[in-house]
């Protein structure tokens, strides 16, 4: 179950605003509802200009970017709230003497809830040269927080080892397209496009 609202605004049909709140309410965390009902948002904004109107040859449009946002994502397979224990039977020597045995197997993790991320894109997109040649841009920068990975405890809960949100972990990159026009000449067409995508450099 969640909500979801999203408003849009324009002005003149050049720059647009677009807001979207989500409201997560997800038992996928287990039955305990302090992980439940996470909101989660988006905020963006792009302005573009044209030919004749900003834009001075040889720029046909240019269209600038950003948004920001957090998210969450649930991580269902590692909620426990009540802790999981297992039957074994224990070594005896004797038959007469065997009896079954409970041992914990993973502790309870109740006060687990989402990974988080804040993620701010910037970018533009532009066509030179009534659109013969493309090119997009975006620079992004990310921060993954409340990151779920094991943690040494003190053992007092019957194990040395449990999950926890201690991670945490930020990274940024670019990206770059360049595309060309269709160029045709009597049955020649041609149409190319270039992408890069460097590695992000988490820190």
């Known amino acids: 179950m969640a909500f979801y609202g999203n408003a849009t605004y324009s002005y003149k ?3 647009v605003f677009n ?3 989500r409201y ?3 038992n996928q965390m287990g039955r305990d509802t302090n992980a439940r009902w996470m909101p989660t948002w988006n905020v963006s904004v792009h302005g573009t200009c044209t030919r004749g ?3 001075k040859p040889p720029l046909s449009r240019l269209t600038l970017r950003a948004s920001y946002s ?3 994502t649930p991580r269902c397979l590692v909620q426990q709230p009540h802790g999981h224990y297992q039957g074994i039977q224990p070594f005896r020597l004797f038959a007469e003497d065997q009896e079954p045995q409970l041992e914990i197997y993973e502790l309870a993790k109740a ?5 988080k991320k804040n993620e701010l894109n910037l970018g533009f997109d532009a066509s030179l ?7 997009t841009f975006d620079f992004y920068t990310r921060r993954n927080f409340d990151e779920i990975g094991p943690m040494v405890t003190a053992g007092t809960g019957g194990k040395s080892a449990a999950c926890g949100q201690r991670g945490e972990m930020s990274s940024n990159g670019v990206e770059l397209s360049l595309s060309s026009g269709e160029y045709e000449e009597q049955t020649l ?4 496009q270039f992408s890069s995508m460097p590695t992000p450099t988490p820190r």
Do not use: P
């Open 129 to 135: 040269w009534n659109n013969r040649l493309g090119i």
């Open 24 to 26: 997560e309410g997800s």
């Open 70 to 72: 957090l998210t969450g």
């Open 111 to 115: 006060n687990l809830t989402y990974e």
């Open 19 to 21: 807001g979207t709140l």
């Open 53 to 55: 109107l900003v834009c």
């Open 13 to 15: 049909g050049r720059y």
């Open 189 to 192: 067409l041609l149409d190319n």
